[in-house]
């Protein structure tokens, strides 16, 4: 089983930054593709932004280009979304999302909710005008 959990969320204004972490644990020798996802009230669940297992292939949501990275560390477990010029719009709470890849070859990143199996619980990030 693998364990996900998210941190780092909160309250910011407008044009202010943030950085949220997931941290997976579980089952040694995995390698996971990553993603995170973002879900606002009444609205569905979207991607933000993906990456592969070895951090060589990214894909953001035109709506984050340019002010979102993903990265990842793997010697410690963690995938990290660096937020910047945070907008009211960007309010929601972020979810990441792990895959396992099953090769070593396997260089993609995922996009749709259904390609991941294992979820974390999620931040809330608000961002204020």
């Known amino acids: 089983q693998v364990q996900l959990v998210e941190s780092g969320g909160g309250l910011v204004q407008a044009g202010g930054s943030l950085r949220v972490s997931c941290a997976h644990s579980g089952r040694t020798y995995s390698r996971y593709a990553m993603g995170w996802f973002r879900q606002a009230p009444g609205k569905e669940r979207d991607v933000v932004a993906a990456?592969?297992?070895?951090?060589?292939?990214?894909y953001y949501a035109d709506s984050v280009k340019g002010r979102f990275t993903i990265s990842r560390d793997n010697a410690k477990n963690t995938v990290y979304l660096q937020m910047n010029s945070l907008t009211p719009e960007d309010t929601a709470v972020y979810y990441c999302?792990?895959?396992?890849?099953?090769?070593?070859?396997?260089?993609?990143?995922?996009?749709?909710?259904?390609?991941?199996?294992?979820w974390g619980q999620g931040t809330q990030v608000t961002v204020s005008t």
């Open positions: 990456i592969s297992w070895s951090g060589g292939r990214t």
């Open positions: 999302a792990a895959r396992v890849s099953l090769f070593s070859s396997d260089s993609n990143y995922y996009t749709r909710s259904i390609d991941y199996g294992y």
